[in-house]
């Protein structure tokens, strides 16, 4: 008779074995759950799909900045790392040993090096040391590469092999984040330079980071570093590391060398590794000075602030021009700025008005601070400078969700009239004592001897122009001539 078999042990041990694993199933599944709740991918900013032209739905502004946001408070994968954009490439001056960019040009404004593996950045002798290359780049991390002039005051650095016949220095300090390196010398002091040439490439550059960064500063100024602290701790979880006087030897994982220049005061998306864009930019010194609107609320009484200068281009009828416009209905301030004002104060008081308005010159700079939906009205000195302010002001303005309007002054309204005959080449012909005398002649002559004295009747139209535009969702560009 053949032995039966015994269930009566083993099919417990079958029923607990599915348990077990039903209930490892359900533990991946709820781990799953959590992790798609609660943890952010590598790429935390989504490309945005609204471009700023000159005619933009300032509610989809609005809500981009909303998106991103929401989007920049999830946590970086730690394991994901910032990559470089193609499209941010241009031009290729160094490449390593297996042909991968390392140094490169993506506009004739900047020169970037971007190295990982065992980098090594010594201030003492301004060299960074990369393994992967064979021979020596130049370079000076400031991002004013097609002017001698500026790039007078910047200190050159050298990018060198690390694996040659001479042994790189020895690490006396470690790092396990990146470094970006640049340079606080050139054009800094100047406000429209501040901004341009270093704080807005310098947030290209950090931004996909989330703080995860180590600035290592070349040539620092330290009343200007203290100026713009705020807006370093929203770049930077770390102190700054003053790498000319420190005399270490600092071992990174990755440098950045030369921060990257896209466009006058702007953020080109299409250039970034996440599609960001200026308007975080400007959330980000929201976030940093504090400052309470991100977009215009129209109320019946407007606040106008009107930049004014002491020096060059002054307002000559400044109270006739502040009557005419409480007359239409606007709160008028005011205001100068220039290198001894507190950042964060000015800040707020921009943020605070509705339009701001002054004749061409690196206050303007401060319109990174408008709400959206704003208007900025930009007085264009008499003698052909429309080329310099469009690119320096006018462009920005849509990417940054403002309304634009070009005042043009006539020789009517400028004090040139009173300082030179009628039939003199600087007022018959401009574009002439531009070409023959260049940047100096233009500048001493038409920006730094004039004075302007608005048409009142001209200012008020202008004035009521923006009034329209701070009623209308759309942004415009208008011209007063």
């Not at 429209?192 to 100024?221: A, C, M, R, W």
């Not at 896209?262 to 200026?278: A, C, M, Q, R």
Request: glycine share 4%; charged share 25%.
């Amino acid at each position: 008779m053949k032995a039966q078999r015994h269930y009566a042990r083993g099919e417990p041990k079958r029923i607990g074995n599915v348990v077990i694993i039903a209930s490892m199933l359900l533990s991946l599944l709820f781990l799953s759950f959590i992790k798609s709740h609660y943890c952010g991918s590598g790429s935390s900013h989504v490309r945005s799909d609204v471009h700023l032209n000159s005619v933009v739905n300032t509610n989809e502004v609005v809500r981009h900045e909303e998106r991103h946001s929401t989007d920049s408070t999830v946590e970086k994968d730690e394991d994901e790392e910032v990559q470089i954009n193609p499209a941010a490439i241009g031009t290729v001056s160094l490449a390593d040993v297996n042909n991968r960019p390392i140094c490169f040009v993506p506009t004739k404004r900047s020169e970037t090096c971007d190295a990982k593996g065992d980098i090594r950045i010594q201030g003492s002798t301004a060299t960074v040391f990369i393994p992967t290359i064979t021979q020596e780049h130049k370079i000076k991390p400031y991002a004013r590469k097609h002017d001698e002039f500026a790039l007078s005051y910047v200190k050159e650095w050298t990018v060198k092999p690390s694996n040659g016949d001479q042994a790189p220095p020895k690490c006396t300090q470690k790092h396990s984040v990146p470094a970006m390196l640049f340079s606080s010398n050139g054009f800094t002091g100047n406000l429209f330079h501040d901004y341009t040439d270093v704080l807005v490439p310098l947030f290209i550059n950090t931004y996909p980071f989330h703080g995860e960064v180590k600035l290592v500063v070349s040539q620092v100024k330290s009343w200007w570093i203290k100026k713009f602290m705020l807006v370093f701790k929203q770049l930077t979880n770390y102190d700054i590391i003053d790498v000319d006087n420190d005399g270490e030897v600092h071992c990174f994982p990755r440098v950045i060398a030369g921060p990257t220049y896209h466009k006058e005061l702007g953020v080109d998306p299409s250039k970034t590794p996440t599609g960001f864009s200026i308007l975080e930019f400007k959330r980000m010194l929201r976030t940093a000075f504090k400052l309470e609107r991100a977009e215009v609320v129209v109320k019946r009484k407007p606040k106008l602030l009107i930049i004014s200068r002491k020096k060059s281009r002054r307002f000559m009828n400044l109270k006739a021009m502040i009557e005419a416009a409480e007359k239409l209905g606007f709160e008028v301030k005011n205001a100068e700025a220039d290198m001894n004002t507190d950042p964060p104060t000015f800040a707020r008081l921009v943020n605070s008005v509705d339009v701001m308005l002054g004749v061409h010159g690196a206050g303007l700079t401060n319109m990174v601070f408008l709400p959206v939906g704003s208007v900025l009205i930009q007085l264009t000195p008499y003698g052909n400078l429309e080329w310099l302010t469009k690119e320096t002001f006018k462009d920005p303005a849509p990417d940054m969700g403002i309304h634009y309007i070009d005042y043009f002054v006539q020789l009517n309204e400028s004090t040139l009239s009173e300082q030179y005959p009628k039939d003199h080449p600087v007022l018959k012909d401009p574009t002439a004592i531009h070409t023959q005398g260049g940047w100096d002649a233009l500048k001493s002559i038409y920006l730094d001897k004039q004075n302007i004295r608005p048409d009142i009747e001209k200012f008020k139209r202008t004035l009521i122009e923006a009034q329209k535009l701070l009623r209308s969702k759309k942004k415009h560009h208008v011209q007063m001539h």
